[in-house]
């Protein structure tokens, strides 16, 4: 490397401290403030002073001081040393202050007499640089967080999913056992003359027990289907009025039995919407259900339909025990059993309502509820038209 001689006495590398130069915007220098930096030799030039290596970085940093007033460069190879140079436009020329750790470039530019100007620059600049260094390191955890979170949640995804498909293998593989037993149950009791009382009690209740079993088993079914995403909705152009009345028409003989009214009331002229009408009936009548189950004898289950802002509003309403708040956030979630459903000794499967929601959302809808304890509960779905 050509190294041009240096002003007399003008590098004095005694104390391993820093270089204080003035030079111009080509990196000529014309004065050496101060020079206390061992194995770090500078020549007439700052470019001519660095390593090959490092004098495309040099020129970017002259650049830099040009171009915004103050720049700070990468680390700069100067014979044995790397270098971290601060510089700031003063006029016509550049003061310039180099050491070999950032962090006392202040304190030594500060000790060099006509750099006040660039000690107060660094000094500004200084907690910048640190806050970049900061929000890099949060930066880099953050990206590490959001990938170890992106693996945990591809995992439970799996996870999730072997769970369906189990859950919807086992319901499936108990169906049809359960359904046979649930026909010889009511052969036994259709042909059941001269059997005794006990018997006849014990039929009972084992039909009562396989009916159940059974639902569980076509609820688990449903909802792994819908969890799966295997909900195929046949949309067709359906007055939603009709599918209301056939689910009243059809859960008025199990609400009789217990002595409870079922009505249904339309209080305007609806728009036509599209629907799956199997699907939306099945929605309905879990709504509709739930409500006889709840409602007291000698009460009515009231089913309004009327026009809503972008669609049509159902209403279902029962007199019954009611929804406790504690209660109202686990409503639609599956396998929930409620405070309700334990005072009321109801058997209850826990996937009507979360089956039911999936349903009304699959159509574009929404459902919520609104519930006093002891006056009963009101769940409301919207469609839109």
Not at 15 to 25: I, S
Not at 142 to 161: F, G, K, S
Not at 357 to 378: C, F, P, Y
Request: net charge negative; charged share 20%.
């Amino acid at each position: 490397m050509h190294t041009p001689p240096a002003p007399t006495n003008a590098w004095n590398f005694s104390a391993p401290d820093g270089l204080a130069l003035v030079c111009l915007p080509d990196g000529t220098v014309q004065r050496v403030a101060r020079a206390m930096l061992e194995g770090a030799p500078v020549a007439a030039s700052l470019c001519d002073s660095v390593e090959p290596s490092s004098l495309e970085a040099c020129r970017l940093f002259l650049r830099g001081v040009a171009r915004g007033g103050f720049a700070r460069s990468t680390p700069l190879r100067i014979g044995t040393r790397d270098v971290h140079f601060f510089g700031l436009r003063a006029g016509e020329t550049f003061l310039v202050a180099g050491v070999i750790d950032p962090a006392t470039a202040a304190a030594f530019a500060e000790s060099v007499d006509g750099f006040a100007a660039l000690t107060a620059e660094i000094r500004r600049t200084h907690s910048t640089y640190h806050l970049y260094e900061e929000l890099a390191l949060v930066n880099n955890e953050l990206v590490t967080a959001q990938r170890e979170l992106a693996r945990t949640v591809a995992e439970l995804q799996r996870l999730n999913a072997f769970k369906d498909e189990l859950l919807g293998m086992a319901a499936h593989d108990l169906r049809n056992p359960l359904s046979a037993n649930a026909a010889f149950i009511r052969f036994l009791l259709h042909d059941s003359e001269g059997m005794s009382d006990d018997n006849r009690t014990l039929l009972d209740r084992l039909q009562t027990n396989s009916e159940y079993m059974l639902r569980l088993v076509e609820s688990v079914l449903d909802f792994a289907a819908i969890q799966s995403g295997h909900v195929r909705l046949m949309a067709e152009d359906t007055a939603l009025e009709e599918i209301a009345a056939g689910v009243v028409e059809t859960m008025r003989i199990i609400a009789e039995g217990k002595g409870v009214a079922v009505a249904c009331t339309v209080e305007d002229a609806l728009p036509r919407l599209r629907l799956d009408r199997i699907k939306i009936s099945q929605a309905l009548q879990n709504l509709v259900a739930n409500a006889v189950q709840y409602a007291p004898s000698g009460t009515t289950v009231d089913v309004r339909l009327r026009t809503c802002p972008g669609g049509v509003e159902v209403e279902v309403e029962d007199r019954g025990p009611g929804i406790s708040p504690e209660d109202l956030p686990q409503l639609f979630k599956p396998f929930t059993r409620l405070s309700t459903v334990t005072l009321t000794r109801q058997r209850s499967v826990g996937l009507g309502l979360a089956i039911t929601r999936r349903l009304v959302e699959a159509h574009g809808g929404t459902i919520d509820v609104r519930s006093a304890v002891g006056k009963g509960s009101v769940f409301t779905v919207r469609l839109k038209a």
